[in-house]
C-alpha cells in the first residue's frame, strides 16, 4: 500500500465474506483479470531513464527514482476508453491508469481503501451496501468526488449496457450524505467489495461533469486516477499516452512521468518488441513462451495462474444448433475431447481440466478435473441417444489470442472422430471476436475465462442476463443454486459454490480444456512484476524502474 494512505482492516467487511477470488495488487503487486478475452499487459522502461527525486513504492519504502517512460503493450484496442462499457476486461493498462476504482484488492485478497475509505453491508441479506468516500479528492477535470457524483456515475454504468451492467440491474444507488453512497441491490450480492474494486471495474468513478458530455468518454480520460490520457500523443488503435493527473490525491504513488500503451496484436511481433528493447513487460503467450525462457523474459514468479481455456456451449436452448439444446449432446463433446493431447501439444506445462474452476477458487473440486476422460466410443453413443448418430455440424468462433484457434482446430479434428463437423470461424483482432461472440448468432466460442467468486461469476457467465450468456439460456435449477449460495456463508457457502460447479459440468454448459499459467515477460530494467498468489496480473503502480 502507498505510505499515505492508511488501511483500516477489510474496509468493514465481515471476515465470513472472504474472497475467494485472484485479488489486483494495487500498491504490492498484482491485477485482475478477465472475465473472458484473453488480455496481454505489456509495460516499458527500457527507454525511460530516473530522475534524482525519490518517491514510495507499492510497499512503502522508497523506490529511489523516477522513471522516464514506461511503455505497455497490448493485444487490442479498447473498443471504447469509457470504462462503463467495457467487455472482457478490456481495461487492464487502459481503465486502471485513469480510473481510480473505489475499492483496491491487495495481493492477500485484502480490501483498502481506494476513492472510498470504508464500506460495509447493512443487514444480514447481503442487499444494502454502505461506501464512505475519502474527502478532498478531483478528478483530472477539476471535479470534486461526491457522493452524488458516485450515484450519477452508477446510474449511467446501469444505462451503458457494459459487462458490469447486470451487477446492478434493479439496484438504487443513492447520496445518504455528502460523502455516504447506499447500495441497495434487488437481489442478494455478497460480493459487492469485490465488485468495486479493479479486479471487476464496476467501481471506476467518471467525473460527474464528464457523465454530462457522455460522447465524450470514449476518446477521452475523466477519472480521479494516477493518470490520464494525452489525446495529443494518442493514435486511436495504435498508442495511448497517458500523462499524471495534475489533481491525484497521491503523487507519491507517481513511479515514471509517463506510460505509454502499444498494441501489438500478434504474440510473436510482442516477444520481438521485448527482444528490441520497445516495451518491458507483457503477458505471454504458449507460442513463444520457450523462446522467451531462453532470453531470460519468463518468470515463473510471475505466473497467471486461475484462467480456464475452452468452449462455451453458449446455445443451450438450440436456437441456432438444435442439437446443443440436449445435455447429451453437450457431454458427448466433452468425452469425445483429448485434452491430455491438446494441453501437451498447445499449453505444455500447464493442467487439463473438465471444470470451470481453478485451485483456490469459488467452488474447486478435485474430483472433478478428470469428469470427461476422453472416450471416443462414449461421445458417440451419448449422440446416438440424442438422435444424432450420424452427427451434426456446428458453428464455432474464435480468435488467435492465447493460441484459442489453434485450440478450435485441434478440437475440430477430435470432434470429427465423434461426427461432429466444426466450421470454425477465426476473428483475428480481439474487438471484433467478442462483438460477433456475445451476439448470440453463433452457438459456440472458444474462451479463456478468469474464474472469479460464483456471485459476480454468475452475472458475467451463466446467469440468464450475463453478458457470455448471449441467447439468454434460463435454468431454474442453477438459478435456485445461486439464489442459495449468495445469502449463504461459511461451509454452508461453499458447499453450494461447490454445488454449482458440479452442476455446470454435469450440464455440460461448457468444454473446459486447460487450466493455465500465463506467463509474464519481464525485461530487467522493471522490478515490482512479481506474483504472489491469489494475485493475478502485474500492476502498473508496483512497476518501478530498476535499481
Known amino acids: 500500500m502507498r505510505s499515505t494512505r492508511t488501511v483500516p482492516g477489510r474496509g468493514g467487511v465481515p471476515a465470513n465474506r472472504p474472497l475467494l477470488a485472484p485479488a489486483w495488487r494495487r500498491r ?14 505489456a509495460c516499458s522502461g527500457s527507454s525511460g531513464s530516473s530522475s534524482a527525486s525519490a518517491t514510495s513504492s507499492g ?17 487490442a484496442a479498447p473498443p471504447s476508453l469509457d470504462p462503463a462499457k467495457a467487455h472482457g476486461h478490456s481495461g487492464i493498462f487502459f481503465y486502471e491508469l485513469a480510473y481510480e476504482p473505489l475499492i483496491v484488492l491487495d495481493s492477500d485478497g485484502h480490501y483498502e481503501p481506494g476513492l472510498a475509505t470504508s464500506w460495509n453491508y447493512a443487514g444480514a441479506d447481503n442487499k444494502t451496501f454502505v461506501l464512505n468516500l475519502r474527502s478532498g479528492v478531483k478528478f483530472s477535470d477539476g471535479s470534486p468526488l461526491t457522493a452524488q457524483g458516485v450515484a450519477d456515475y452508477f446510474s449511467y454504468l446501469q444505462r451503458a449496457a457494459g459487462q458490469n451492467a447486470a451487477l446492478f440491474a434493479g439496484a438504487t444507488i443513492t447520496a445518504t450524505a455528502p460523502l455516504q453512497v447506499t447500495i441497495k441491490t434487488a437481489k442478494p450480492n455478497p460480493d459487492l467489495a469485490y465488485d468495486m474494486t479493479q479486479d471487476v471495474m464496476a467501481g471506476e468513478v467518471i467525473s460527474p461533469a464528464a457523465l454530462k458530455l457522455p460522447a465524450s468518454l470514449g476518446t477521452q ?20 499516452t497517458y500523462v499524471p493527473n495534475p489533481n491525484y490525491y497521491d503523487k507519491a504513488a507517481l513511479h515514471y512521468k509517463k506510460v505509454v500503451v502499444k498494441i501489438i496484436q500478434n504474440p510473436q511481433s510482442t516477444l520481438q518488441a521485448m527482444e528490441t528493447g520497445q516495451i518491458d513487460i507483457t503477458l505471454g503467450d504458449s507460442t513463444t513462451l520457450a523462446a522467451a525462457k531462453k532470453v531470460g523474459f519468463a518468470d515463473s514468479a510471475a505466473t497467471i495462474t ?45 493442467t487439463p481440466t473438465s471444470e470451470m474452476a481453478t485451485p483456490g477458487t469459488s467452488g474447486y473440486d478435485p474430483s472433478l478435473v478428470n469428469a470427461y476422460p476422453y472416450d471416443v466410443s462414449k461421445a458417440k453413443a451419448l449422440l446416438a441417444q440424442a438422435g444424432y448418430a450420424h452427427g451434426f455440424t456446428l458453428e464455432l468462433i474464435t480468435t488467435d489470442a492465447n493460441s484459442q484457434n489453434l485450440l478450435a482446430q485441434a478440437l475440430a479434428q477430435q470432434w470429427q472422430q465423434a461426427g461432429v463437423t466444426v466450421k470454425i470461424d477465426d476473428v483475428a483482432n480481439g474487438n471484433a471476436y467478442v462483438a460477433q461472440a456475445l451476439s448470440g448468432k453463433f452457438p459456440a466460442f472458444t474462451n479463456n475465462t478468469t474464474i472469479l467468486p460464483l456471485a459476480t461469476l454468475g452475472t458475467s457467465l451463466f446467469l440468464p442476463n450475463a453478458a457470455y450468456n448471449p441467447y439468454h439460456y434460463t435454468d431454474p435449477a442453477l438459478e435456485s443454486l445461486y439464489a442459495q449460495d449468495v445469502v449463504a456463508s461459511g461451509a454452508a457457502k461453499a458447499a453450494l459454490d461447490k454445488k454449482i460447479v458440479v452442476y455446470l459440468v454435469q450440464q455440460a454448459w461448457f468444454v473446459p480444456v486447460v487450466a493455465q499459467g500465463l506467463p509474464v515477460y519481464v525485461s530487467p530494467t522493471v522490478t515490482g512484476a512479481t506474483i504472489t498468489p491469489p494475485t493475478s496480473y502485474p500492476v502498473l503502480y508496483d512497476l518501478k524502474p530498476a535499481a
Do not use: C, H, W
Open 28 to 41: 504490492a503487486a498484482a491485477a485482475a483479470a478477465a472475465a473472458m478475452a484473453v488480455l496481454v499487459a
Open 59 to 75: 510497499n512503502g519504502k522508497p523506490s529511489g527514482k523516477v522513471g522516464d517512460v514506461l511503455t505497455v503493450g497490448f493485444p
Open 221 to 240: 480520460t475523466f477519472g480521479a486516477g494516477p493518470y490520464e490520457l494525452s489525446a495529443a500523443q494518442s493514435t486511436s488503435g495504435s498508442v495511448y
Open 306 to 350: 486461475n484462467n480456464v481455456t475452452g468452449v462455451t456451449l453458449a446455445d443451450r436452448s438450440g436456437t441456432t444448433a438444435k442439437a446443443l439444446a440436449d445435455p447429451r449432446v453437450r457431454q458427448a463433446l466433452n468425452y469425445a475431447t483429448d485434452r491430455t493431447a491438446i494441453v501437451n501439444a498447445l499449453f505444455p506445462g500447464d
